[in-house]
């Protein structure tokens, strides 16, 4: 790899360009005066890189902390800085359509606040989702709080408001203790702890919100007009997220990239955990955006970092994205169908030197080690063939053997601790966590394994890389954190189908206390016009909907006639006040007494 070009300031130029002024200070709380957000804590990113940062993510994290408000072109704003996301504001007629509120209402308020007061208190006039990441849509109520979002056109691409909630529905606890982890939820901002997550700072941690689209992009090249603007949209579905656009201002000549094209290599595979990307479809998506737009916009910005300022540069962009994504995925796959696993081909893949030394291309979020992988994960699952891995001990288990052969605890520390001192970061913290996994009260061996972990974050140039190993060494010495975001409020509830309702409690059944029972209980949903049948067999709950109308073949053991909110008080514990009971009522007790609650600080980094 040839030395990155530092010399050049290009980014930081676009990314001060149209600074209108700043939120001062940077802070936002809720309303009970919890701290939210805190851009200013990143103040010491002024300084030289230090040696506990790399030097690339240094570069990265000055660059994405810059906050306060900016003119992309005439009549179009963004507020940086404020959220892991940017707000974009777009002048129509009579008011000012927003663009992506941010994660939380509270920061959300923030930055229409700050674009009110230097651009005068202009109504919001229409809300745009880019797509169904909760960082896009989660602050809608602090620009549209309740009771003003009548008459207002809420548009998003199709599917968006399932892809939306779906994700917490099922894996969503696991999802998010795992980004405590990439977003650094423990660390203290400053230069041995938290810098950056690569696509941002990190996540606000205020009040999620949603409002349900009202206007449903459906096709690539559909027009909408709101207070004015005219608009045209490109679908890019299955790309960065499964519901997910780019659109035009014609008559401003401004290009959106919603995440789809972003100042960073951006993840195939979120170290969250997610639905495996086609990085296959997100280059053809971002090849198709060249020639659908072109000629027609003088700027192109999006939900992340700064905008690209002139028509051939922003075609120079898209093209080494388009090319970053389709690179590694055929190289991926020439490799896999050479007989290569993920772990292989991530120590095999090297970047073309133009993507290598292109600073958008660089892996501060994503990283070209795990995306790969996640290639592979995508095309061949998680078996690499070989048989020896098809039947392995589980961890603890596989731990005890592996301590066992290094000659004991005491010399599988000390043959860590001269791995670590070779250099062999790598294999000092494998072997130490296996001895930790072996042993979860040695606190020796989780010390030093805290420690390798400090070594291997502060080299990371990958953000999230960073967090993780910074994380781990925080709960390998305080113990596992606990979630605080709360993605699960009633609207969010409340947009979610029947049918996610009842798998949210299907997927937290104890299986194995409910092995003996059966029983069916019938939900006939009045406002839905639909019954729900719920069995309960072999420590399975299934469901299936039908018309209400429609008399099964079989009678249920109990009936309740409700609407779903009255369902959704009935999952939250609210009873059976005011619904209609036929049959056995302390069946529904019976069914909910198999209900789990998940774990919201579960180990991950000991047993």
Same mark, same amino acid.
């Given at each position: 790899m040839t030395a990155l070009p530092f010399e050049d300031r290009t980014d930081f130029e676009n990314a001060d360009r149209g600074f209108l002024g700043a939120l001062v200070p940077a802070v936002v709380k809720a309303e009970d005066g919890r701290v939210v957000w805190d851009n200013d804590a990143y103040g010491y990113l002024e300084a030289d890189c230090p040696t506990t940062v790399n030097p690339s993510l240094w570069r990265q994290a000055q660059l994405s902390s810059k906050q306060g408000l900016y003119e992309v072109t005439e009549g179009v704003y963004q507020v940086r800085g404020l959220d892991l996301s940017n707000m974009t504001l777009v002048e129509g007629d009579s008011g000012v359509l927003v663009i992506d509120p941010l994660i939380s209402a509270e920061t959300a308020a923030a930055a229409l606040a700050l674009y009110r007061e230097h651009r005068g208190d202009r109504p919001v006039t229409g809300l745009i989702y880019t797509h169904s990441h909760g960082d896009h849509f989660g602050g809608a109520r602090g620009v549209l709080p309740k009771g003003s979002e009548e008459g207002v056109p809420v548009l998003a691409p199709e599917g968006f408001l399932e892809h939306a909630v779906s994700e917490n529905v099922?894996?969503?606890?696991a999802m998010t203790r795992r980004a405590m982890f990439m977003y650094g939820d423990r660390l203290p901002k400053n230069p041995e702890g938290q810098v950056s997550a690569g696509l941002g700072m990190t996540t606000s941690t205020g009040t999620v919100t949603l409002i349900r689209p009202t206007v449903d992009i459906t096709s690539t090249g559909q027009e909408e007009t709101v207070d004015g603007v005219r608009i045209v949209f490109q679908l890019t579905p299955g790309t960065e997220a499964p519901a997910e656009m780019n659109f035009l201002f014609p008559d401003l000549r401004a290009l959106c990239l919603a995440e789809n094209a972003t100042h960073n290599m951006h993840n195939i595979l979120t170290l969250r955990g997610a639905v495996v990307r086609d990085s296959r479809i997100w280059a053809r998506y971002l090849d198709e955006a060249i020639a659908f737009f072109d000629g027609q916009y003088d700027v192109a910005f999006a939900s992340h970092h700064w905008p690209t300022w002139g #028509?051939?540069?922003?075609?120079?962009? @898209?093209?080494?994205?388009?090319? @970053?994504?389709?690179?590694? #995925?055929?190289?991926?796959?020439?490799m896999i169908n050479l007989g290569l696993t993920g772990p292989e081909i991530a120590e095999e893949m090297e970047l073309p030197p133009a993507l290598e030394n292109s600073w958008h291309?660089?892996?501060?979020?994503?990283? @070209?080690? #795990?995306?790969?992988?996640?290639v592979y994960q995508r095309y061949l699952g998680w078996f690499d063939g070989n048989p020896a891995h098809l039947w392995e001990h589980p961890p603890v288990e596989q731990a005890k053997r592996y301590v066992d052969l290094a000659g004991g605890p005491q010399s599988a520390l000390d043959k860590a601790r001269g791995y670590e001192d070779s250099g062999d970061l790598r294999f000092a913290a494998t072997l130490l966590n296996h001895l930790v996994f072996a042993e979860p009260d040695n606190a020796a061996a989780k010390e030093a394994l805290a420690g390798v972990y400090v070594r291997l974050g502060q080299g990371a140039e990958n953000g999230t890389w960073r967090n993780f190993y910074l994380m781990a060494a925080v709960?390998?010495?305080e113990g596992p954190g606990t979630i605080v975001l709360d993605m699960t409020n009633p609207e969010m509830a409340m947009a979610l189908t029947t049918d996610m309702l009842l798998d949210s409690i299907a997927v937290r059944i104890d299986g194995p206390r409910a092995w003996d029972d059966d029983l069916v209980v019938d939900l006939k949903l009045t406002d839905e016009q639909a019954r729900h049948r719920l069995r309960l067999s072999n420590g399975a709950l299934t469901h299936r909907s039908t018309p209400l109308e429609a008399a099964p073949a079989e009678a249920a053991g109990v009936a309740l006639t409700l609407t779903k909110p009255q369902l959704l008080g009935l999952l939250a514990g609210a009873g059976l006040?005011?619904?209609?009971?036929?049959?056995?009522?302390? @069946?529904?007790?019976r069914l909910f007494?198999?209900?789990?609650?998940?774990?919201?600080s579960f180990p991950i980094v000991t047993p």
């Open positions: 099922y894996a969503g606890n #028509h051939d540069k922003v075609v120079k962009f @898209l093209g080494e994205q388009r090319d @970053l994504y389709a690179y590694l #995925h055929d190289q991926s796959l020439r291309a660089r892996g501060y979020y994503g990283s @070209l080690s #795990h995306n790969v992988k996640a709960e390998l010495r006040d005011g619904v209609e009971v036929e049959g056995d009522a302390g @069946l529904v007790q007494s198999y209900v789990t609650e998940p774990d919201k």
